[in-house]
């Protein structure tokens, strides 16, 4: 739980040298940090207390890899915030990553500066509370709202900035193509948008990320940031077949 000492990170991770350098960083941080070097003491860590963000290692000893891990720790609570570390680059693991319920995930080697980024970025949107806390505001106590904003599941987002102001008044910026998505989402509300016509729609030319799951990937990450319950989303909704679809509060 988070507390006056800061918020709890749990860092899984078996190379004992990496998890004790993550640790005494993130103490150093003001952070209260527990560790764990398999699946089995990972989920008995879990059972004790909730932390407010896992460092979850994909490759683990034991049989039960971070994935599983994952889908797991996603199925005993959606704000837990859930960060990912891997030794492979390749889209295949992040795609599976993302997919298994993690909310970020960063290869390996990676800057503590940058690490230490993520994890404030997970708890700004998961609202600084895993096992417990205080709950997010709720619709109605939220003040009435600019023009210029527009409700997009639990999240508000602000089209002149560019950015999403989420439950607990934080806010979250998009990138160029995450902002143009959702943009364009809200624009054509309840009406299925194909894929491709997505990706067209949102790509530059340059943009590296202008493949097949790039749509895929992006919405996603949406999910993440604006979903009360990503696995169940209700604002952006997948249409078989076809592509994907926004609905308003209130259908």
């Given at each position: 739980?988070?507390?006056?000492?800061?918020?709890?990170?749990?860092v899984v991770?078996?190379?004992p040298?990496q998890r004790?350098?993550?640790?005494?960083y993130?103490?150093?941080?003001g952070?209260q940090v527990?560790?764990?070097?398999?699946?089995?003491s990972c989920r008995?860590?879990?059972?004790?207390a909730?932390p407010d963000?896992?460092?979850?290692?994909?490759?683990l000893?034991?049989?039960?890899?971070?994935?599983a891990?994952a889908?797991?720790l996603?199925?005993?609570s959606?704000?837990?915030g859930i960060?990912m570390?891997t030794?492979?680059?390749?889209?295949?693991?992040r795609?599976v990553?993302?997919?298994s319920?993690a909310d970020?995930?960063i290869?390996k080697p990676?800057?503590?500066r940058?690490?230490l980024a993520?994890?404030?970025?997970v708890l700004r949107?998961?609202?600084g509370?895993?096992?417990?806390?205080t709950a997010?505001?709720t619709?109605s106590?939220?003040p009435?709202?600019p023009a210029d904003?527009?409700?997009?599941?639990a999240?508000?987002l602000?089209?002149?900035?560019?950015?999403?102001i989420?439950p607990?008044?934080s806010?979250?910026?998009l990138?160029p193509?995450e902002?143009a998505l959702?943009?364009?989402?809200?624009?054509?509300p309840?009406?299925?948008l194909?894929?491709d016509?997505?990706?067209?729609?949102?790509?530059?030319?340059e943009?590296?990320?202008?493949?097949?799951?790039?749509i895929d990937?992006?919405?996603?990450r949406?999910r993440?940031k604006?979903?009360?319950?990503p696995a169940r989303p209700?604002?952006?909704r997948?249409v078989?077949?076809?592509?994907?679809m926004f609905?308003?509060?209130?259908?």
């Open positions: 739980m988070s507390g006056a000492a800061g918020p709890t990170i749990l991770e078996d190379d040298f004790q350098a993550v640790e005494q993130l103490a150093m941080q952070l527990a560790t764990a070097g398999d699946g089995a008995a860590a879990v059972e004790a909730m963000v896992v460092l979850l290692d994909v490759g000893p034991g049989g039960e890899d971070g994935f891990l889908r797991w996603r199925g005993r959606q704000q837990v960060i570390l030794a492979a680059g390749d889209l295949v693991d795609v990553g993302l997919e319920g970020d995930y290869p990676f800057e503590p940058e690490l993520r994890i404030k970025a949107r998961s609202g509370v895993a096992g417990g806390g997010p505001a619709e106590q939220r009435a709202l904003c527009i409700p997009v599941g999240a508000l602000h089209v002149t900035r560019r950015v999403l989420l607990d008044g806010e979250d910026p990138t193509s902002f959702l943009r364009l989402l809200t624009q054509h309840n009406r299925p194909q894929r016509w997505l990706l067209e729609a949102t790509s530059e030319r943009e590296p990320e202008a493949f097949d799951r790039a990937l992006r919405i996603m949406l993440r604006v979903e009360r319950n209700e604002a952006i997948t078989r077949g076809v592509g994907y609905v308003p509060p209130g259908g």
